[in-house]
């Protein structure tokens, strides 16, 4: 799936745009099956087990900035877990055995999508070794003006910062502390149907969408098979292996001189990210008006 380009890209960037990996009937059915999840959160008024809402959310305008877990909600989620041109860009990366671990849809409704602050995904979840990534479907077309993921160029390679507030973890960066230029972002801009894909160390974040077109991204954690959590998982070893989505499972972790910090103490606003990140008092993005 990847040319040794874009294999090189990855490695000095921390992130790639594959393009053309779904197709159109593909693209269509997910967005069918989203507009049915948005519709009935008409009848939810609060965060629960499937819907993050926004701050503004309504019966009568219903705003869902996210959809957790996707893939225990509708098959047409869960088919993308081992969709083999997926799995093939993890291979080229990682080699033959990948294990899935959980996944999300972040959505950013035309006007008002909710930004997210900088941050590391290893921030939230160490591993024995950072063969990790996130994959992003785009579900729309991703531009400047609809809040596309940004990352830092080259952050993987780099520290693993603070993402604390008062003493407790807040899943973002404070961007008054640090040296990061963040001038130097690029945003992972493409058409509806492709993927990005994300080092678990780079640092990365997104602008609220302030244009008039839908911006949804089904996101999707991956990690090499001898990559093990630091804080455990749930569950036993035989449903451990059963995120296994190519190659065979085993019981030797690959250990790796990478750096850590743990998620501890946890946040005070516990939930999806965008609850966690309202423990930062200082942001770096702007809401979108209302």
Known sequence: MLTEAQKA??????????PDVLSAAELAELRRVTDGFVDRARQVAAHDAIYDLEDSHTPAMPRVRRIKSPHLHDPAYAALMTHPKIVAVLQDLWGPDIRFDTAKLNMKSAGFGAAVEWHQDWAFYPHTNDDLAAVGVMMDDMEPANGPLLIIPGSHKGPVHDHHAEGRFCGAMDPTKGDIDYAKAVALTGKAGSITVHHVRAIHGSAPNTSNKERRLLLF??????????????????????????GTPGIEPRLAPVPVRLPLPPADAQGSIYENQKGLKNKFFQAAAE
Request: net charge negative; aromatic share 14%.
């Open 221 to 246: 954690q991956f990690r090499a098979a001898d990559a093990w959590p630091l804080l455990g998982f749930p569950g036993t070893l035989e449903a451990y292996d059963a995120l296994m989505v190519a």
């Open 9 to 18: 890209e990855y490695d000095r960037v921390g992130a790639i745009v594959v």
